[in-house]
């Protein structure tokens, strides 16, 4: 995804000057796309549940602030995004 992606999100920062620009949690290093990927990877592959994955990511990431919480609404803006209508 490109970096304007996150934009409207409102726990996703983006400062050009840290982590090169990349969207990430505010407040953290911790990219957006990464949390994301890495709950979409362990459903996928792992065949995990939804909550089965985000607790497995909260596992790499303990220091993810928001917890459980951060990481669905991370999934839910995702989710709008990619089913919005292309212009």
Do not use: N
Request: charged share 25%.
């Amino acid at each position: 995804m490109d970096d304007q992606f996150w934009d409207d999100c409102p726990l996703v920062s983006r400062d050009p000057e840290m982590v090169h620009g990349t969207p990430v949690l505010k407040g953290t290093r911790l990219p957006a796309d990464t949390l994301v990927g890495s709950v979409e990877s362990y459903e996928e592959l792992s065949g995990m549940t939804e909550d089965q994955a985000i607790d497995a990511t909260l596992e790499d990431f303990p220091s993810t602030p928001g917890g459980k919480d951060a990481l669905r609404e991370l999934l839910a803006y995702q989710g709008s995004r990619l089913h919005q209508p292309q212009p």
